[in-house]
Structures are given as C-alpha cells and as structure tokens.
C-alpha cells in the first residue's frame, strides 16, 4: 500500500521551531520526488516546498530561509525544519508524493 504519513506538528510560539516528519512506504521512495504543501485557515492549498530525488530542493519565497526540507532514503523518511516561525505559517501541512497524500499534520503558530 502506498502512504504517506506527517507527523510532528503542534503549538508554538512565534520565533519558534518545529520539524515535520514524513514516513513513505509501498513506492521506491529514493527515486520519487517529495513534497509539503500546506492549506492555511479559509486559503486554498500552497506549495511549500519540494526535494528531488538527486535531494536539490526548492522553496516558496515566504519560506526560503526559514524552513528546510531534507530526506532520508535509507530511512523512507522526509523532514521539513522550520525555523523562525510565524503566525502567518499557521496551517495544516501535507506530505505529498504525486497524487499520494498524507492525513495533515496541524501546525498553529501562536503566543
């Protein structure tokens, strides 16, 4: 069965740090591209970020500099480190392999 599971989010306080955990099973994970994407209260659905199978990455500009995605292959694993954290980056946030999402992981910004 081919999943996608986020795990890792919660409360924190403004300035904060968080890192999301993403466990794949079912797919060759090493050569598959993997992604977060993220739904904001009352928004649609925005992409945060990507790695590649080669592990380049990619960031949306509200991001970039604060968050960090990286991934572990032997482990099925992908990580997205937040730093610096803002209200503003409230919101559920998905692990996605193509068409294959996650359940959501909750992450609430807030003092």
């Known amino acids: 069965q081919v999943q996608v599971v986020e795990s890792g989010g919660g409360l924190v306080q403004p300035g904060g740090s968080l890192r999301l955990s993403c466990a794949a099973s079912?797919?060759?994970?090493?050569?598959?591209?993997m992604s977060w994407v993220r739904q904001r209260p009352g928004k649609g659905l925005e992409w945060v970020s990507d790695i590649n199978s080669d592990a380049s990455t990619d960031y949306r500009d509200s991001v970039k500099g604060r968050f960090t995605i990286s991934r572990d292959n032997n482990q099925n694993m992908v990580y997205l480190q937040m730093n610096n954290l803002k209200p503003e980056d409230t919101a559920v946030y998905y692990c996605?392999?193509?068409?294959?999402w996650g359940q959501g992981t909750q992450v609430t910004v807030s003092s």
């Open positions: 996605t392999m193509g068409s294959v």
């Open positions: 079912g797919f060759p994970f090493r050569t598959h591209k």
